[in-house]
């Protein structure tokens, strides 16, 4: 009895010569299997063994399993994200236009000029503040009391309340800067002050 089994498996199986040739043709052994014939101690692949060998020949390869392609991609997840992208983007700029109409000023706001009057104008239903340079540091007083910019907003707020003043009048250094003014009257907007106006003080006279 000859001996068979796959190639490098412990198991084999007892038949005859004859069932390992037909075995090989309808494609049970492939010609890599090993076999033992009767008296051999070795095992031998069937295309290498001398009885074997020529109808091992004969036998056609197994076809090859087709393998994708690796430089190939899949563009499906990709265009998916695009998409997902593309609509997050129209949507966000579409909120933040909305928003910045919403948010912005009316054309009268706008346009409203910051009034400026003489100091020997100013009227007692005025709200005082002073911003000064003193010492490299911004000095800025409401109503002769001493106040931090970040507090300005609440100053101002407080004494319209108090006065039913709706009106600010903003005494400036000259080395006040146009940075520090600007946040001033954002201050005074912010307490609902819209009249704003700045005091010039007389030129002076030389002899």
């Not at 412990?10 to 492939?30: A, I, N, R, S, Y």
């Not at 393998?67 to 579409?94: E, K, N, Q, R, Y």
């Amino acid at each position: 009895m000859w001996k068979v089994r796959h190639e490098g498996s412990p198991k084999h199986l007892e038949v005859t010569l004859q069932q390992v040739q037909q075995g090989l043709v309808d494609g049970h052994w492939e010609p890599t299997d090993e076999v033992m014939g009767p008296g051999e101690t070795e095992w031998v692949a069937i295309e290498a063994h001398p009885m074997l060998e020529e109808l091992a020949a004969d036998v056609e390869p197994p076809p090859q399993s087709p393998h994708d392609d690796p430089t190939s991609l899949d563009m499906t997840a990709l265009i998916d994200v695009c998409l997902v992208l593309l609509v997050f983007f129209i949507l966000t700029t579409t909120v933040a236009a909305l928003q910045v109409r919403l948010e912005a000023p009316s054309l009268e706001e706008k346009t409203r000029p910051v009034k400026v009057i003489r100091q020997k104008d100013a009227e007692e239903s005025m709200i005082m503040c002073k911003a000064a340079v003193i010492d490299g540091r911004v000095v800025i007083k409401v109503e002769d009391e001493m106040v931090e910019m970040p507090r300005l907003t609440a100053a101002f707020r407080g004494y319209a309340r108090g006065t039913n003043k709706t009106t600010l009048l903003l005494d400036l250094d000259d080395k006040v800067t146009h940075e520090v003014q600007v946040k001033v009257i954002d201050a005074a907007k912010g307490a609902g002050l819209e009249n704003v106006q700045l005091v010039v003080a007389p030129p002076k006279t030389t002899k």
